[in-house]
């Protein structure tokens, strides 16, 4: 049976510079529009959001079926319309992601630390590398070899990440407060790339901050035009809240630009989701 490889993207990372792929934009379609219907499109439903995307049939059924292969979509037929539906993990990493993806809330320093401590014996180093990687994409920073650090408030979907993927006997969670030596906020520099970081917000403001100029000059609302902008938009953000797991405000350099990224990104989601929802439910029953 094929499982799904990643508990945070279901698909291949791509930089933020670079157009979102065809089976990005499906992922984010299914997450926000499939679930409430047990998680399946027909595929026709499928071509016809995407081409609003500028994505063609032929690209939208080449990448349906690599989602097929990796165990995120599987085929099924409802009331003789072909279609497609989540998997049964598909559906779980949506649900893990939700609360990272649509989370405003910073971790501060009174939450204190969650400590991810691993021994994998050199005979299962395959198990080694899936857990070190499963840790880098909920956010881990590296404190020391073999000791994984992040804000407390992960500890429930990091449990339950490595609990399903088989990972939990291998490592032990604590939680801890960083209690002496030296400058927490000159460590954090060390524990996670806050460079790369702040280079992924500048790409994402760029790429999107227009888009929040455009919306608020506008009299009237496209809803066509309101999903192909929110789908561009929350592809482009979901990534980044893993990246950067909530770090506390008072680590961070001085006016963080994750901070205004995440200002940009929930002030156009409020502009865009209800005219993109009516467009998903008018074109599905269409």
Do not use: C
């Not at 497609?84 to 779980?92: D, H």
């Not at 857990?131 to 449990?159: D, E, K, M, N, Y």
């Amino acid at each position: 049976m094929t499982t799904v490889s990643s508990s945070v993207e279901l698909t291949d990372g791509e930089n933020l510079s670079r157009a979102a792929q065809p089976r990005q934009l499906i992922v984010t379609v299914y997450g926000l529009y499939a679930r409430q219907g047990g998680g399946w499109l027909s595929v026709a439903s499928l071509v016809s959001l995407l081409g609003d995307l500028d994505i063609d049939e032929p690209s939208v059924r080449s990448s349906i079926s690599r989602l097929k292969k990796r165990g995120i979509l599987e085929a099924q037929r409802r009331d003789g319309a072909a279609g497609y539906a989540l998997s049964g993990e598909a559906l779980a990493i949506l649900a893990e992601g939700d609360r990272r993806i649509f989370r405003r809330e910073r971790a501060t320093l009174d939450d204190g630390w969650l400590l991810a401590v691993f021994s994998v014996p050199e005979a299962e180093r395959k198990k080694r590398h899936l857990l070190r990687s499963q840790l880098t994409r909920l956010g881990f920073g590296t404190a020391a070899p073999g000791v994984w650090i992040a804000p407390a408030h992960l500890h429930q979907p990091t449990a339950e990440v490595l609990r399903r993927l088989g990972l939990d006997g291998y490592a032990d969670l604590f939680r801890a407060d960083h209690l002496a030596f030296g400058d927490v906020s000159a460590k954090v520099r060390r524990w996670w790339d806050l460079d790369e970081l702040e280079a992924l917000y500048s790409e994402f403001l760029a790429e999107h901050g227009p888009m929040r100029h455009r919306w608020q000059r506008r009299r009237k609302v496209s809803e066509r035009d309101a999903f192909v902008d929110y789908v561009r938009l929350l592809t482009d953000w979901r990534r980044l809240p893993y990246l950067d797991p909530g770090l506390p405000e008072e680590l961070l350099p001085r006016n963080w630009i994750g901070l205004r990224a995440a200002d940009l990104f929930f002030s156009l989601q409020g502009h865009l989701v209800d005219a993109a929802r009516a467009h998903v439910a008018r074109t599905i029953v269409g």
